[in-house]
C-alpha cells in the first residue's frame, strides 16, 4: 500500500505560479513511476504529467508543457508539480498518483486531491 497526501493548492490570480506536493508513505516510493492529474466536476480526469521512477524520464499533456514541471526527490518520497504562467482553464481538483509503470495510465494509488483556482 501507498498513501498519497498532496498539498500547495489554492487561489491564484492568471498569470501566477504554484508548486504542489504529494508525500506519499508506504512502501518504496522510489519503485513507482508517479502522475499528476487534474479533474473539473462534470468533466473526466484528464492526464496532466509523469516522471519515471528515477526522475529521468518525464512525459507532459499538450496543454502544459512549457508551462509546468514535474519532479520528485525519492530522498523525500515526494513527487512536485510546479506550475507556471497559470491560466483559469487550470482550475481543477489535482490528483498526484503511483503506479508500476512510466509507460502505463493504470496507477494504482491515489490522492484526496487538492484544489486549484487560477481568477482571471
Known amino acids: 500500500q501507498v498513501q498519497l497526501v498532496e498539498s500547495g493548492g489554492g487561489l491564484v490570480q492568471a498569470g501566477g505560479s504554484l508548486r504542489l506536493s504529494c508525500a506519499a508513505s508506504?512502501?518504496?516510493?522510489?519503485?513507482?513511476?508517479m502522475g499528476w492529474f487534474r479533474q473539473v466536476p462534470g468533466k473526466e480526469r484528464q492526464f496532466v504529467a509523469s516522471?519515471?521512477?528515477?526522475?529521468?524520464?518525464?512525459n507532459y499533456a499538450v496543454s502544459v508543457k512549457g508551462r509546468f514541471t514535474i519532479s520528485r526527490d525519492n530522498t523525500e518520497s515526494t513527487v512536485y508539480l510546479r506550475m507556471n504562467d497559470l491560466k483559469p482553464e487550470d482550475t481543477a481538483v489535482y490528483y498526484c498518483?503511483?503506479?508500476?509503470?512510466?509507460?502505463?495510465?493504470?496507477?494504482?494509488?491515489w490522492g484526496q486531491g487538492t484544489q486549484v483556482t487560477v481568477s482571471s
Open positions: 508506504g512502501r518504496t516510493f522510489s519503485s513507482y513511476a
Open positions: 498518483a503511483a503506479g508500476p509503470y512510466f509507460w502505463s495510465m493504470n496507477y494504482d494509488y
Open positions: 516522471i519515471a521512477q528515477s526522475g529521468n524520464s518525464t
